[in-house]
């Protein structure tokens, strides 16, 4: 029991003793590391300040240049001056109405292309509306077309009859509506009437009077006053042209009565003249 005792108390600053080798070894080890650093960044920081000292060689250098141009540059600014014979305040003028001459075409260029776009846009405007009017033309022309065919067919409806004078036959109108028609055709002139019994009446450029009318037969008699003189049209029927000649160089008018009223004591209908005839007076203001 004493023996391992008195070994183990051998044993320990063996122990100890290899530790603070190893301590050491290591502290060693860092301080060599720490050197070797120490060396690499002193390398770097000479390299450093080498290249620090021949960049500021090289700015000096730079400045004595540029000085020197500087120099050269007033110099040869001076010698132009001189040359052209120019002081400070002509170069600024000169310099300043340069400037004021290229905001000057700026403008008038500005001025130019709004122009340009304002006359595009009208000539597109111009274009749309030239457009329009001829979409317009041939609604226009569609219209004609229709309202002639249309025309064609309601005259080719209308009553041809010939006259109580001559042996050519007139289309004439039954009513209203026909007159109408016959006015929109244009071939002659037409003036309505309605002719009240035993009363002188003015239509067109003659003057016209019932006489009597009986409304059973479908018969009437009346009185043309044209030209001094007179025509008796006796014992005539509805819708029958009736025809005399009118005027210095007589043309042929005629009459067609359309219907009897007012128990037989008025008679409705129209005068039809050509359109050589002449006009009838106008009446007098006021009247």
């Given at each position: 029991?004493?023996e391992e005792?008195?070994?183990?108390?051998?044993?320990?600053?063996?122990?100890?003793?290899?530790?603070?080798?190893?301590?050491?070894?290591?502290?060693l080890?860092?301080?060599?590391?720490?050197?070797?650093w120490?060396?690499?960044?002193?390398?770097?920081l000479?390299?450093?300040q080498?290249e620090?000292?021949?960049?500021?060689?090289?700015?000096?250098?730079l400045?004595?240049?540029?000085?020197?141009?500087?120099?050269?540059?007033e110099?040869?600014?001076?010698?132009?001056?001189t040359s052209?014979?120019?002081?400070?305040?002509?170069?600024?003028?000169?310099?300043?109405?340069?400037?004021?001459?290229?905001?000057?075409?700026?403008?008038?260029?500005?001025?130019?292309?709004s122009?340009?776009?304002?006359?595009?846009?009208?000539?597109?405007?111009?274009?749309?509306a030239?457009?329009?009017?001829?979409?317009?033309v041939?609604?226009?022309k569609?219209?004609?077309?229709k309202?002639?065919?249309?025309l064609?067919a309601?005259?080719?409806?209308?009553?041809?009859?010939?006259?109580?004078?001559?042996?050519h036959?007139?289309?004439?109108?039954r009513n209203?509506?026909?007159l109408?028609?016959?006015?929109?055709?244009?071939?002659?002139?037409?003036?309505e009437?309605?002719?009240?019994?035993?009363?002188?009446?003015?239509?067109?450029?003659?003057?016209?009077?019932?006489?009597k009318?009986?409304?059973?037969?479908s018969?009437?008699?009346?009185?043309?006053?044209s030209?001094?003189?007179?025509y008796?049209?006796?014992?005539r029927?509805?819708?029958?042209?009736?025809?005399f000649?009118?005027?210095?160089?007589?043309?042929?008018?005629?009459?067609?009565?359309?219907s009897i009223?007012?128990?037989?004591?008025?008679?409705?209908?129209?005068l039809?003249?050509p359109?050589?005839?002449?006009a009838?007076a106008?009446?007098?203001?006021?009247?």
């Amino acid at each position: 029991m004493s023996e391992e005792v008195n070994q183990a108390v051998d044993n320990v600053p063996r122990t100890y003793s290899g530790a603070l080798l190893a301590a050491i070894a290591v502290a060693l080890l860092f301080a060599l590391g720490g050197l070797i650093w120490c060396y690499v960044l002193g390398g770097r920081l000479s390299t450093q300040q080498t290249e620090l000292t021949e960049a500021k060689q090289q700015n000096v250098k730079l400045q004595a240049q540029l000085r020197e141009t500087d120099a050269r540059l007033e110099v040869a600014t001076d010698e132009l001056k001189t040359s052209l014979g120019l002081t400070q305040k002509q170069l600024d003028t000169r310099a300043q109405e340069i400037t004021d001459r290229e905001q000057r075409n700026e403008a008038k260029a500005q001025q130019l292309a709004s122009a340009q776009k304002q006359t595009a846009q009208q000539v597109t405007a111009v274009s749309s509306a030239v457009s329009d009017v001829k979409t317009d033309v041939g609604g226009v022309k569609t219209d004609v077309a229709k309202t002639q065919s249309d025309l064609a067919a309601a005259v080719s409806q209308l009553t041809l009859m010939k006259g109580d004078l001559s042996s050519h036959a007139s289309l004439i109108a039954r009513n209203h509506d026909e007159l109408d028609i016959l006015k929109h055709k244009g071939d002659r002139n037409y003036y309505e009437f309605t002719l009240v019994k035993g009363e002188k009446k003015p239509v067109g450029t003659v003057s016209m009077e019932l006489k009597k009318a009986d409304s059973k037969k479908s018969k009437f008699t009346m009185l043309v006053y044209s030209d001094d003189k007179q025509y008796e049209k006796k014992d005539r029927n509805l819708n029958e042209p009736l025809q005399f000649y009118s005027g210095k160089d007589p043309v042929l008018f005629e009459v067609v009565v359309n219907s009897i009223g007012g128990k037989n004591s008025s008679i409705s209908g129209y005068l039809s003249t050509p359109k050589s005839a002449p006009a009838p007076a106008a009446a007098p203001t006021g009247q």
